[in-house]
């Protein structure tokens, strides 16, 4: 699909986000927020019309929405993955039911990000997902915190994945304490490159670990 | 063929067979009473067209009687059982039998009243609030009372089939008496066989009131707190809209009361460890109108050492809302297996800790000093114009605590 003449127009081209949420309040204030940075390229209101749309037009990124009233983001994201794995999906969401994100985010959204995100915060986070990266806000670098510990009752069934390096867990320390990249790599004397690798290895811990009980043990500890 | 609802006197029975007959009701009452003459024949059939006809739907109109008045006719269907033997036979043995056949009827008839479902319907859409005993003794909701006066009724079917048997056996003896008990208990099974559907019903109804009730408390506890917090906090916004800082002190205090509302299982804050940090940073949030980001993995049980460490975190939280200059400000805690931690980080201000007066007491004493005086130790990590980071480290398990060591850079 991509052909190499047109590599340098596509970098310099802005990125394409489409909107999936049931209030039309919230989609006008993102897509204000948002249109200084990115090309915010469709919206939809419900499940059904994010299917098709998101299917047309194959934006970049995806700002999704967990709770709404059709089914949710999750079947949006397992419908558009199965037929357009290039799209990337960022949840955003309000809610504080653990099931919803970490089930989004355990089908591969590429990160989750609360409402009350600031404008620019949210900018950034939309490109680093588009860039390939993860993005943790501090509550889910919290909660991966909490799932991974050593915990005797959890099942371990692939050690590689089921555990978090002693590297991983420090930056996760650090997310979950409000640092950005920046100032996670001076910290522990890494670069900013690092530390993204050690993140999406962590979300790629998260979406692949055979840890079955995780979704349900966070739903219970009301973590996220 | 159904009872009718008005035009009744016991339970409608005279009057649907009269409809259906095209008779008199009058006509077909007599006949009952002059039927109960043989062997009490009319109260046999009364009570097995009770039981099998279906009541007439009802209408918008209010029923029209008091419930407890059709209890009346059973009493005079037992006296009319007393008198016609009485006259009839002129015989001591059958005045007696009569006498008994009579408190028959009465206990079948306070049985039957009480295991009519529809009557529990009719009874609560009378208003017997005004009469209290009378609700005492009507209410149908009450199961204690509804079972009291079915074994009430039901003694009284005993004693008289035991009376009866007693009365017309050849003499006085025991095997009479025990004849009369065995009858009695065949009667009991009998009228039981007949309720029993009814009972079950009626208990069934029962059951589903109180589950009824239950779910509306539920949503009027959900109304009430709807109404108390959310409609007033609206209200509040909405007459404050030009002032931003307060329209978001009241959203963020809203938001986190539902929040909690909807989401966070109840645990007490002086004794959980994240319920403690939980509350203190809600009353920074609600004090300086800012975000505190909590994030809490793990959680303890709170002693004195613990709510030290909770009480330093939000001095430090204080500190940053004071001074930082900020909006938002992280609180992270973790609890390990040996050590408790506490962040609370900013991005305002910041200061040179060197040049905080001996004399201001906020860092040195209530952070630093509380943390060392319970065997755990505060760093704090500052410079002008990159924020605060507040670092609060409590051991806690038994052999690794330690004196502090106060860190600062």
């Not at chain 2, 609030?129 to 005492?136: D, G, V």
């Not at chain 2, 009998?190 to 009972?199: C, D, R, S």
């Not at chain 2, 030009?242 to 009361?257: M, N, Y």
């Amino acid at each position: 699909m991509t052909e190499p003449m047109v590599e340098p127009s596509e970098a310099a081209r802005r990125l394409t986000v489409f909107l999936v949420d049931d209030h039309a309040m919230f989609r006008a204030g993102v897509r204000a927020e948002l249109g200084a940075h990115v090309e915010v390229v469709g919206e939809a209101s419900s499940v059904a019309e994010a299917i098709s749309r998101i299917g047309a037009i194959r934006p970049d990124v995806v700002l999704l929405d967990v709770h709404m009233p059709d089914g949710g983001g999750r079947a949006v994201l397992e419908s558009i993955r199965r037929t357009h794995p290039q799209v990337k999906f960022l949840a955003l969401s309000v809610s504080d039911a653990a099931e919803d994100v970490i089930g989004l985010i355990r089908a591969g959204a590429r990160g989750y990000v609360t409402k009350t995100i600031s404008p620019d915060e949210l900018a950034a986070a939309v490109r680093r997902v588009a860039d390939g990266d993860a993005v943790f806000s501090p509550r889910l670098a919290g909660f991966v915190l909490d799932a991974f510990a050593s915990r005797p009752d959890v099942p371990v069934a692939d050690p590689e994945l089921d555990q978090l390096t002693n590297r991983e867990r420090e930056v996760l320390r650090l997310l979950a304490r409000g640092y950005a990249y920046k100032e996670i790599a001076k910290e522990l004397f890494i670069s900013i490159k690092t530390v993204e690798t050690h993140v999406s290895n962590v979300l790629r811990k998260l979406q692949m670990s055979n840890r079955y009980e995780l979704s349900r043990w966070a739903a219970d500890r009301r973590l996220v | 063929m159904y009872r009718p609802r008005d035009h009744r006197i016991v339970a409608g029975v005279a009057a649907g067979l009269a409809r259906h007959l095209g008779l008199p009701v009058l006509a077909v009452r007599i006949a009952l009473v002059v039927l109960l003459g043989f062997n009490a024949l009319g109260l046999l059939l009364y009570a097995a067209y009770w039981a099998v006809l279906p009541q007439e739907a009802r209408g918008d109109e209010e029923p029209a009687r008091r419930d407890l008045s059709a209890l009346a006719p059973f009493a005079a269907i037992g006296l009319g059982v007393v008198l016609l033997q009485a006259l009839v036979f002129d015989d001591q043995v059958a005045t007696t039998a009569g006498w008994m056949i009579a408190v028959i009827a009465v206990g079948t008839g306070v049985i039957w009243h009480q295991s009519d479902p529809s009557r529990r319907e009719a009874s609560a859409d009378y208003n017997i609030a005004s009469t209290p005993w009378l609700a005492a003794i009507v209410s149908e909701n009450d199961r204690r009372s509804f079972i009291l006066r079915f074994i009430g009724g039901g003694i009284l079917v005993a004693i008289g089939l035991i009376g009866v048997v007693a009365v017309y056996a050849p003499d006085n003896s025991i095997s009479a008496v025990f004849n009369g008990v065995i009858f009695a208990f065949v009667g009991l099974a009998g009228v039981g066989v007949v309720v029993a559907p009814l009972l079950w019903r009626t208990f069934g109804q029962l059951r589903a009131e109180r589950e009824g009730r239950i779910r509306e408390q539920e949503r009027a506890e959900l109304a009430a707190m709807i109404h108390d917090q959310v409609l007033h906090t609206l209200a509040l916004i909405q007459r404050n809209s030009t002032d931003i800082k307060e329209v978001q002190r009241l959203a963020r205090g809203q938001e986190r009361s539902l929040r909690n509302w909807l989401y966070k299982p109840t645990a007490s804050p002086t004794e959980r460890f994240a319920a403690a940090l939980e509350q203190a940073a809600a009353e920074v949030e609600d004090t300086y109108a800012i975000t505190v980001e909590t994030v809490v993995v793990g959680d303890t049980q709170c002693d004195d050492r613990v709510a030290a460490l909770v009480a330093a975190a939000r001095e430090a939280l204080v500190n940053a809302a004071r001074h930082a200059g900020v909006q938002t400000v992280s609180l992270y805690a973790e609890v390990e297996e040996d050590e408790l931690s506490v962040f609370v980080r900013d991005r305002g201000a910041g200061f040179e800790l060197d040049g905080v007066a001996e004399t201001r007491h906020g860092v040195r004493g209530s952070i630093i000093g509380r943390m060392q005086r319970h065997g755990g130790r505060a760093e704090i990590r500052s410079a002008p114009g990159d924020g605060t980071e507040v670092r609060l480290m409590l051991p806690v398990s038994r052999e690794s605590v330690t004196t502090g060591k106060e860190h600062a850079r």
